[in-house]
């Protein structure tokens, strides 16, 4: 398509205001966990969870496919549970849910008497279990775990020792070939593996955190500790506050999340929104614990603009992982603007996204341009200015007096799907402008 704009044309700026809609954006959001065993029913009969997804499930991108392998603490995993677990996957996949991945021995905290006996016997099933993965890698935000402890939270296992947990952390890097992002369950345990393994090409960036004891206590139910950081040391646990600080400084450009659980004082929406942006949350769990998201549920944003009348609950839940607003667009000459970009989510993109100037005429013809910036880069609570050229050079000469629509999009490499702007009337794209004389 040839573009053809008046002499001098004018940019007519559209409205930037931002919306409270619920975006549905990919690898960020609410999550249902789904527990699988990975030895399949002797009948061959379906699991019940591999065709249960209800209303609320189906609203959500992400799932926890949760898979306990304590049938195999003795033995290899068997190619029937190979297979069952690969079609567990399959599943997944095909509706359109991006997987948090975590297998385990043990499902009701007893993970002493469940667990293999020997580290060689855990490393084995990695190896297996990687296998399968290898396949389904662009369908997995992030592996939760290094499969022992209870409940698979690399607690209260015999294998936690640092070196075993830095040999199980290396072989689950290895055998996902460092694609996919992996979660430990605490500060401490982050600094430990970076510390010994920084070596390691890539690691420190794949590497996330989970807390599922988020206000279960003063500690997170021991994911911090009492001391500062002076007094326990730089591998140690610190002071929840201090620990928070570390977060909100090391932990932005990774996918972070787990669940709330109801302490001996339930926490605020306001409070909890504060404390979710230092730790940069991307994903929680929307069904546990119940008594802490119903008091979300029951609370209203009373403030906050667009905010006002939302429940605490959705302004929490909107606010997981990233959500970009278009705050300004400034013509800078020569066909060149300058973009304002503000990250009002708690977290990060932590995925590859091509950003697209994009110009359409009347009759619905469109000619796209690359802008030169990396959507990971618009770091959380921050605004971002990028610098934009048209795709296509004006001519000077006059043309037709029909108006040319600027629409400015981000869609993620992988797949194409966009991701979605939260302003005002946006879609799958943003109107930036018109221009005429």
């Known amino acids: 398509m040839r573009i053809r704009?008046?002499?001098?044309?004018?940019?007519?700026?559209?409205?930037?205001?931002?919306?409270?809609?619920v975006l549905l954006n990919p690898g960020c959001g609410w999550y249902h966990v789904y527990t699988f065993r990975a030895q399949p029913p002797p009948d061959g009969r379906p699991v019940e969870e591999e065709i249960w997804l209800d209303d609320a499930c189906g609203k959500e991108r992400l799932a926890l496919v949760l898979i306990d392998i304590g049938s195999f603490r003795f033995c290899d995993l068997s190619e029937a549970a190979l297979s069952h677990i690969a079609g567990i996957m399959e599943?997944?996949?095909?509706?359109?849910?991006?997987?948090?991945?975590?297998?385990?021995?043990?499902?009701?905290?007893?993970?002493?008497?469940?667990?293999?006996?020997?580290?060689?016997?855990?490393?084995?099933?990695?190896?297996?279990?990687?296998?399968?993965?290898?396949?389904?890698?662009?369908?997995?935000?992030?592996?939760?775990?290094?499969?022992?402890?209870?409940?698979?939270?690399?607690?209260?296992?015999?294998?936690?020792?640092?070196?075993?947990?830095?040999?199980?952390?290396?072989?689950?890097?290895?055998?996902?070939?460092?694609?996919?992002?992996?979660?430990?369950?605490?500060?401490?345990?982050?600094?430990?593996?970076?510390?010994?393994?920084?070596?390691?090409?890539?690691?420190?960036?794949?590497?996330?955190?989970?807390?599922?004891?988020?206000?279960?206590?003063?500690?997170?139910?021991?994911?911090?500790?009492?001391a500062g950081r002076t007094e326990a040391g730089t591998y140690e646990k610190w002071s929840r506050e201090e620990e928070l600080r570390w977060q909100d400084k090391h932990m932005g450009s990774t996918p972070n999340g787990g669940e709330v659980l109801s302490g001996t004082a339930q926490i605020g929406y306001r409070q909890a929104a504060k404390g979710f942006r230092k730790m940069h949350l991307t994903y929680l769990n929307s069904v546990y614990q119940q008594e802490q998201l119903a008091l979300w549920k029951a609370e209203t944003v009373k403030t906050f603009g667009c905010w006002k009348g939302v429940s605490g609950y959705d302004y929490i839940g909107r606010h997981l992982g990233y959500r970009f607003v278009i705050m300004n667009v400034a013509e800078k000459g020569a066909g060149q603007f300058e973009i304002t970009v503000w990250n009002r989510g708690f977290?990060?993109?932590?995925?590859?996204?091509?950003?697209?100037?994009?110009?359409?005429?009347?009759?619905?013809?469109?000619?796209?341009?690359r802008?030169?910036?990396?959507?990971?880069?618009?770091?959380?609570?921050?605004?971002?200015?990028?610098?934009?050229?048209?795709?296509?050079?004006?001519?000077?000469?006059?043309?037709?007096?029909?108006?040319?629509?600027?629409?400015?999009?981000?869609?993620?490499?992988?797949?194409?799907?966009?991701?979605?702007?939260?302003?005002?009337?946006?879609?799958?794209?943003?109107?930036?402008?018109?221009?005429?004389?």
């Open 5 to 21: 704009s008046r002499k001098n044309g004018k940019l007519y700026k559209a409205g930037y205001k931002e919306s409270s809609e």
């Open 91 to 226: 599943f997944f996949h095909k509706a359109g849910k991006q997987i948090i991945l975590r297998a385990t021995y043990d499902t009701e905290g007893d993970a002493a008497v469940k667990e293999p006996g020997s580290l060689y016997q855990v490393l084995r099933h990695m190896e297996q279990i990687g296998d399968v993965m290898r396949g389904f890698l662009a369908d997995i935000l992030v592996i939760q775990g290094t499969f022992v402890g209870n409940w698979g939270e690399m607690h209260g296992s015999r294998f936690m020792e640092q070196s075993d947990m830095l040999d199980l952390i290396y072989t689950l890097y290895r055998v996902t070939e460092g694609k996919c992002f992996l979660a430990v369950r605490t500060p401490a345990q982050w600094r430990q593996i970076t510390g010994s393994l920084g070596s390691v090409t890539g690691l420190r960036q794949r590497l996330a955190l989970f807390n599922d004891g988020i206000f279960g206590s003063p500690t997170d139910l021991g994911t911090y500790g009492a």
């Open 347 to 369: 977290a990060c993109l932590t995925f590859e996204a091509d950003c697209l100037l994009i110009i359409e005429n009347e009759e619905g013809q469109t000619v796209r341009g």
């Open 371 to 437: 802008v030169d910036t990396d959507a990971r880069d618009w770091k959380a609570g921050e605004k971002t200015k990028i610098l934009a050229a048209l795709p296509y050079k004006f001519s000077t000469k006059t043309g037709s007096d029909k108006r040319l629509k600027l629409f400015l999009r981000l869609e993620r490499r992988a797949d194409k799907r966009a991701v979605r702007f939260a302003n005002q009337g946006a879609g799958d794209q943003i109107l930036l402008g018109e221009f005429g004389q």
